[in-house]
């Protein structure tokens, strides 16, 4: 089994940045490709951004791209999220899961575990 916990969320005016941090526990953590989605109130659950075990490939939402970054810092067993330029449209639920196959990074129903998620909300 693999434990992720999300913290770094908040609230956060328009235009600010915030880093969300995802700390797992387990076995094999460091090899599994991991992903950060989001869900608004009332809304679906939609992709944010995903990365690969060895930190190679990554992939963004188009509505994220140049604004966040992911990362990982497999020694640590911590998988980040930099949000940059933040907008009314980011406030959601955000929750990190962890996927070994990764053959659909932007498909949620992939991922294997799941966090509990942290609040981020982006006030204008």
């Known amino acids: 089994q693999v434990q992720l916990v999300e913290s770094g969320g908040g609230l956060v005016q328009a235009g600010g940045s915030l880093r969300l941090s995802c700390a797992a526990s387990?076995?094999?953590?460091?090899?599994?490709?991991m992903a950060w989605f989001r869900q608004g109130p009332g809304l679906e659950r939609e992709f944010v951004a995903a990365?690969?075990?060895?930190?190679?490939?990554?992939y963004y939402a188009d509505s994220v791209k140049g604004r966040f970054t992911i990362s990982r810092d497999n020694a640590k067993n911590i998988v980040y999220l930099q949000m940059k330029s933040l907008k009314a449209e980011d406030t959601a639920v955000y929750r990190c899961?962890?996927?070994?196959?990764?053959?659909?990074?932007?498909?949620?129903?992939?991922?294997?575990?799941w966090g509990q998620g942290t609040q981020v909300t982006v006030f204008s």
């Open positions: 899961a962890a996927d070994r196959s990764f053959i659909a990074p932007m498909d949620s129903r992939r991922y294997d575990y």
């Open positions: 387990g076995r094999t953590f460091s090899r599994y490709g």
């Open positions: 990365i690969s075990w060895s930190a190679g490939r990554t």
